[in-house]
């Protein structure tokens, strides 16, 4: 699988010639089991970002273009639910005091695994504007 998303993602890659910004926003499925999604959005203050999890899929976040923090939280029993887990979205939300922030700019991406909750979305000093390509790759 993660050859099969590698492949596929160069793939994609090659077609753009490496211009990310050329990419439509919304959903892009490159195999059964691979598939990405190009966003924009604005950042939030800190306590509107929630943390959230999946089960079925590996993310991998890039920002094609503006920057934000991304919350990573190991110690899950500081977490709140505060939407349960929904099957057929793959994600669940969460509220916590705790964690550690991390930027994300295009020079570095961040991958999570379905046991790792994150909060990307998170302002830097000011809300701003990012484009975000976000690589769902099927766990087996």
């Not at 920002?63 to 057929?88: A, V």
């Not at 909750?117 to 690589?135: D, F, G, N, S």
């Amino acid at each position: 699988s993660t050859l099969l998303a590698s492949s596929a993602a160069s793939d994609v890659y090659k077609r753009q010639h490496t211009n990310l910004d050329s990419l439509s926003l919304g959903r892009i499925d490159l195999s059964e089991d691979v598939y990405i999604t190009i966003s924009e959005y604005e950042t939030k203050e800190p306590g509107d970002a929630l943390y959230e999890a999946h089960r079925k899929y590996i993310d991998i976040q890039y920002l094609i273009s503006g920057s934000e923090y991304i919350g990573i939280l190991r110690d899950t029993t500081l977490l709140e639910e505060i939407q349960p887990y929904d099957e057929e979205k793959d994600i669940a939300f969460y509220t916590s005091n705790g964690g550690t922030l991390r930027k994300a700019t295009s020079g570095n991406f961040f991958i999570f695994f379905p046991q790792d909750v994150h909060r990307p979305c998170v302002k830097e000093k000011e809300q701003v504007t990012v484009r975000k390509l976000v690589v769902k790759m099927k766990v087996d």
